[in-house]
């Protein structure tokens, strides 16, 4: 299927960009491309590169990133059988769009913090 320009419907339920955008751009997705951006890995060595994440999530969140182009399987054939995971050249092309945002909220931590901490003294005088 051939995805249409949804200029001012992009996030429109039937917009093929938003499902992929969904699918791209949750968190553990981005992890994974930073914990892959170094090399490929097997399953056990991605898992330890990201505190918190649970097998089924990681399992999900690979297998989505595979069916989208992003990341590649490879069976290794040794006893027993070994699984790496790899980016693709389609998935190195999220790495910089990925780093930028990655930066933008360690460059700009504060300021939210700040806007926060503002929001919830707002929040308690109204109470």
């Not at 751009?25 to 590169?49: E, Y």
């Amino acid at each position: 299927m051939e995805m249409k320009e949804c200029p001012v419907e992009m996030f429109r339920a039937m917009c093929p960009s938003r499902e992929l955008f969904d699918q791209i751009v949750d968190k553990w997705s981005m992890m994974i491309l930073a914990v892959l951006s170094h090399g490929p890995l097997r399953f056990n060595a991605i898992k330890r590169g990201l505190e918190g994440i649970t097998q089924k999530a990681l399992t999900q969140t690979l297998r989505k990133l595979e069916r989208n182009g992003i990341v590649a399987r490879h069976v290794i054939a040794t006893s027993p059988v070994a699984v790496e995971y790899e980016i693709t050249e389609l998935g190195r092309s999220l790495v910089g769009p990925f780093r930028a945002l990655y930066l933008w909220t360690r460059d700009h931590y504060d300021e939210v913090e700040k806007a926060r901490a503002e929001f919830d003294a707002r929040m308690e005088e109204r109470v």
